[in-house]
């Protein structure tokens, strides 16, 4: 197969000239907001929970909150289908290697969500030997929802910041999303379990140890 | 003037519109990642398994051969049931011919059941 160069050049419409069109009764949109509006109405998540988020996640989709209403309520029981895992839970050293591997096996383009307090930080278990200090070590999050357990407004709210991430992305340029670059990988290492801790214990691409700033 | 419509011409129209909305949106997914999106394989993902767990072993493993001692049993309890009702049912209509002819088949089950009562199979260990 020959090598396809997907640096597209893709001409956008000047702001001005667009209002003025519509003016006189001419509507014109791009291939780009037609592509993100139809993505961000569509996200299907990943049928995945792992500890008491998950019940808040649950009763998202209920007819309650209703996630339907965000086109998100399609939760996809293999990580072929899925657009969106949301990391809801406790992440434990065992289950890292399992959520690293399922985030691999999704296809492009993939969001992710981390949900609670133990999915961004460990939260109430973070001095536990087994527990994983947010999952943002291993795999790229794009919302992250603080709370123990947030409640389904939170995770609503985390949709809809979603939604708008979404819409904010582009095809083309330095800035383009992530699943435009062929240089930016699919897949992240997964960790192994090594003698005393995951190997490695962190992705040095993705997480770095916050700089502490202290006074002197 | 005749009416000479075909009333198979809806069908053929349905038809159509089903293929095609079943093969659009996937001509114009495939067409969209040909043209824009880059194709990112890799291990975990053209991996057959999709659990998140690494599939050990082979795919090809073999049962256990005294899997035919549940078939033989299951042949006498349960399929046997399902000729004796209507065997009951027309058990006063039936012809000698066909009276003997179900104790043959009966007598063959039984023959069945005792050489697996005789095996201990029936026994509960």
Same mark, same amino acid.
């Given at each position: 197969m020959?090598?396809?160069?997907?640096?597209?050049?893709?001409?956008?419409?000047?702001?001005?000239?667009?209002?003025?069109?519509?003016?006189?009764?001419?509507?014109?949109?791009?291939?780009?907001?037609?592509?993100?509006?139809?993505?961000?109405n569509?996200?299907?998540?990943?049928?995945?929970?792992l500890?008491?988020?998950?019940?808040?996640?649950? $009763?998202?989709?209920? /007819?309650?909150?209703? !996630?339907?209403?965000?086109?998100?309520?399609?939760?996809?029981?293999? @990580?072929?289908? %899925?657009?969106?895992?949301?990391?809801?839970?406790?992440?434990?050293?065992?289950?890292?290697?399992?959520?690293?591997?399922?985030?691999?096996?999704?296809?492009?383009?993939?969001?992710?969500?981390?949900?609670?307090?133990?999915?961004?930080?460990?939260?109430?278990?973070k001095?536990?030997?087994?527990?994983?200090?947010?999952?943002?070590?291993?795999?790229?999050?794009?919302?992250?929802?603080?709370?123990c357990?947030p409640?389904?407004? $939170?995770?609503?709210h /985390?949709f809809?910041? !979603?939604?708008?991430?979404?819409?904010?992305?582009?095809?083309?340029g @330095?800035?383009? %999303?992530?699943?435009?670059?062929?240089?930016?990988p699919s897949?992240?290492?997964?960790?192994?379990?090594?003698?005393?801790?995951l190997?490695?214990?962190?992705?040095?691409?993705?997480?770095?140890?916050?700089?502490?700033?202290r006074?002197? | 003037?005749?009416?000479?419509?075909?009333?198979?011409?809806?069908?053929?129209?349905?038809?159509?519109?089903?293929?095609?909305?079943?093969?659009?949106?996937?001509?114009?997914?495939?067409?969209?990642?040909?043209?824009?999106?880059?194709?990112?394989?890799?291990?975990d993902?053209?991996?057959?398994?999709?659990?998140?767990?690494?599939?050990?072993g082979?795919?090809?493993?073999?049962?256990?051969?005294?899997?035919?001692?549940?078939?033989?049993?299951?042949?006498?309890?349960?399929?046997?049931?399902?000729f004796?009702?209507?065997?009951?049912?027309?058990?006063?209509?039936?012809?000698?011919?066909?009276?003997?002819?179900?104790?043959?088949?009966?007598?063959l089950?039984?023959?069945?059941?005792?050489?697996?009562?005789?095996?201990?199979?029936?026994?509960?260990?």
């Open positions: 020959a090598q396809r160069s997907f640096d597209l050049e893709v001409t956008v419409i000047d702001e001005g000239l667009r209002s003025e069109l519509s003016k006189s009764g001419i509507f014109t949109t791009t291939l780009e907001s037609i592509y993100n509006w139809g993505r961000k569509s996200v299907w998540p990943l049928q995945f929970g500890a008491c988020c998950a019940i808040e996640m649950i $009763a998202a989709s209920m /007819a309650r909150f209703d !996630l339907a209403r965000f086109g998100a309520e399609v939760f996809r029981p293999s @990580p072929r289908q %899925a657009d969106l895992m949301i990391v809801a839970g406790t992440v434990t050293k065992k289950m890292a290697p399992q959520v690293v591997r399922l985030y691999n096996q999704m296809p492009e383009p993939k969001y992710v969500i981390a949900m609670g307090a133990c999915a961004i930080s460990g939260g109430p278990f001095q536990g030997y087994n527990v994983l200090k947010g999952i943002d070590r291993y795999i790229p999050v794009d919302v992250h929802i603080p709370g357990p409640r389904p407004e $939170a995770l609503l /985390a809809i910041t !979603l939604q708008q991430k979404i819409d904010k992305q582009v095809m083309s @330095p800035n383009r %999303a992530r699943h435009f670059d062929p240089d930016e897949e992240f290492p997964v960790p192994e379990f090594g003698e005393r801790d190997v490695p214990a962190k992705n040095p691409r993705l997480w770095r140890p916050p700089v502490v700033l006074e002197a | 003037m005749a009416n000479d419509y075909s009333p198979n011409l809806f069908l053929a129209v349905f038809v159509f519109l089903a293929l095609g909305f079943a093969l659009t949106p996937l001509i114009l997914s495939n067409l969209w990642s040909r043209f824009f999106s880059p194709a990112k394989p890799g291990q993902k053209n991996a057959v398994y999709e659990c998140g767990l690494e599939s050990k082979d795919a090809w493993i073999q049962f256990r051969s005294d899997y035919y001692l549940y078939a033989i049993i299951f042949l006498i309890f349960d399929v046997e049931t399902i004796l009702f209507p065997f009951a049912t027309a058990f006063l209509d039936l012809s000698f011919g066909a009276f003997l002819a179900m104790m043959v088949f009966l007598l089950l039984v023959e069945g059941l005792v050489w697996a009562w005789r095996k201990g199979v029936l026994t509960w260990r």
